[in-house]
């Protein structure tokens, strides 16, 4: 299988080294033998129609901080372009999500579907902007969209939502979503200011580059989105969202939950609205998790109500979950 | 579909009342008529190949204790008879587990299988006492066999952990698998004796008529066993498990529990060794449920540990994970 991996960073470093780690049993148990033939970073590319080398890649972006002196001729080519010229079966979308315009993300996943690629996208921005007219461009050209790494990262949620409780009903549900903010809260329990919780995440790599994303509760909106598109089958998008993020929590919040024997958590929920925002959860209830968990209670209308708890996303378990779409997209080529 | 219906307690009577109240959608989504030609409880039988009337079947049933009045020639077909002289595409097993021989159960699902029907058990005892030579057995007359409600009940926990997580490598699992002793212990953590728990578990009706199977553990040990053959692709039986029930869990257990932060859990755990015992589980891990909920954290290769939490069997949830089967066995044939 033919591979185009446009972003080059944690997940797509991760994604690399699974494939060289895993080659013999992804080959012998699922005859699956990833190619990389492109790969496309913000300052420019390596290709090879024949394959890349794995190794040599990520020692090139270890030493040089691109891809682009994988060859000699530094090749200056962009996704757009590589998408357009070099010949594959499969985009994996890794760039930066953002929520503005989704780019260039957006445009990367378009050429590739207009050219009859299949597209796996970790990237919740184009997803987030326009996930019903994605996956109706999807059906035109006859690919493929794959998308479970962008929530719950290496838990697969999506695919329990869709697969495993086929043949019922899900009504509602609502969830811990965004790792970063729970990890605040969390702190602010243990009698931590605001101020000092943050820095503490942000010393740990926890927050993203632009904190807006974590604090104001877009990264859980834009999963919130992906969600209710995918289990729900509404079409809604962003602006859909009604969203708060945890910048106004106080201490004081946070007390007045604890004397009811609750915590405050960022919880985005699908119940006939779409919501984002904090609320006191019981700390009994199996979605009141700490730390930088992700938590999500499906309620079904014969099966109860059903909590998944995992990690969110890291670099391994994202890389994880497209090696996951990988294999489904694998197998429904070989079926057909 | 044509089903012959073996056992018609709660589980069976829910089953045919969402054949009911679904009829149109089960149709319409996913093509199933299903066509409930027999049914089989331990006092008689009901047969019609042209399809029973379920409201009637379950009207009978409420005034005679049994489906045998259902006709006027009341009908004293064993359930073997029925599914040597009735012919049908599905044997749905709904009788009561046994743990001594697991009849009449096993030589249903035997004589099913040897006829070419698919078989969907809930009754754990066959799968407890038989699991690898009764997947041979259907590996070699070329017919399905499915018992997703023998463990979680509704929640699809056998599904997640082979389906969701496909292209993982699960390393080690451990759940509170049994909801009666898991109420029992909550109950005593409160400070309540052992016998008052328990009394109060059987006035709600929670334990089993034969309390072994919930207090000495095997009832979670039947369901470690279907785990790890069917997860982790061991061929073990109920001989194997290192089984400790919750008889000798006193108040002081507890109490010493408690003041390390923890609580006593019934966990079954597959970590090399397969095992049933009270173990020491600390509050804030997510694995750490109240109640009667069921829970299980599967440790995972790339993704981490991720834990899922529901409610454990209940009629309506367990015909759900019936239903769930059925679905799955359509789609196969519709594929081949």
Excluded at 67 to 87: C, F, H, P, Q, R
Excluded at 123 to 130: F, Q, R
Excluded at 149 to 173: H, M, Q
Aim: proline share 3%; with cysteine.
């Amino acid at each position: 299988m033919r591979i185009i991996l446009c972003g080059f960073g944690v997940v797509g470093q991760s994604l690399v080294k699974l494939f060289e780690s895993r080659a013999e049993d992804l080959y012998a148990k699922y005859g699956l033998k990833p190619r990389v033939v492109g790969v496309f970073d913000s300052k420019g590319s390596a290709v090879n129609p024949s394959g890349l080398e794995l190794n040599k890649l990520i020692e090139v972006k270890k030493k040089f901080g691109t891809v682009k002196n994988y060859a000699d001729t530094k090749n200056t080519m962009s996704g757009i372009e590589m998408l357009k010229n070099v010949e594959a079966d499969v985009l994996i979308e890794t760039t930066a999500s953002n929520y503005k315009d989704a780019e260039p993300g957006m445009t990367h996943i378009i050429t590739a579907m207009k050219k009859g690629m299949h597209v796996i996208s970790v990237n919740k921005g184009p997803l987030a902007l326009a996930f019903p007219s994605l996956m109706e461009l999807a059906t035109y050209n006859q690919v493929m969209f794959k998308f479970s790494g962008t929530v719950g990262g290496g838990t697969p949620i999506l695919d329990y939502a869709k697969n495993s409780l086929s043949g019922e009903r899900i009504t509602s549900f609502a969830g811990i979503l965004n790792g970063t903010t729970n990890y605040i809260l969390t702190n602010m329990a243990t009698g931590t200011s605001y101020e000092e919780a943050l820095k503490d995440a942000q010393d740990k790599g926890y927050v993203e580059a632009d904190e807006s994303l974590d604090l104001d509760g877009l990264d859980a909106a834009a999963k919130l989105v992906i969600l209710a598109n995918w289990i729900m089958g509404m079409k809604v998008t962003m602006p859909d969202i009604n969203c708060t993020g945890i910048r106004k929590v106080t201490t004081e919040d946070i007390k007045k939950a604890a004397k009811n024997n609750c915590a405050v958590k960022l919880i985005a929920s699908c119940n006939k609205e779409l919501i984002v925002a904090p609320k006191e959860i019981p700390n009994d209830d199996p979605l009141c998790v700490n730390g930088t968990l992700n938590a999500i209670a499906f309620t079904s209308e014969h099966s109860g109500t059903q909590t998944i708890i995992g990690r969110g996303a890291g670099g391994m378990e994202t890389a994880s979950s497209i090696l996951r779409d990988l294999l489904d997209i694998r197998q429904e080529i070989a079926r057909t």
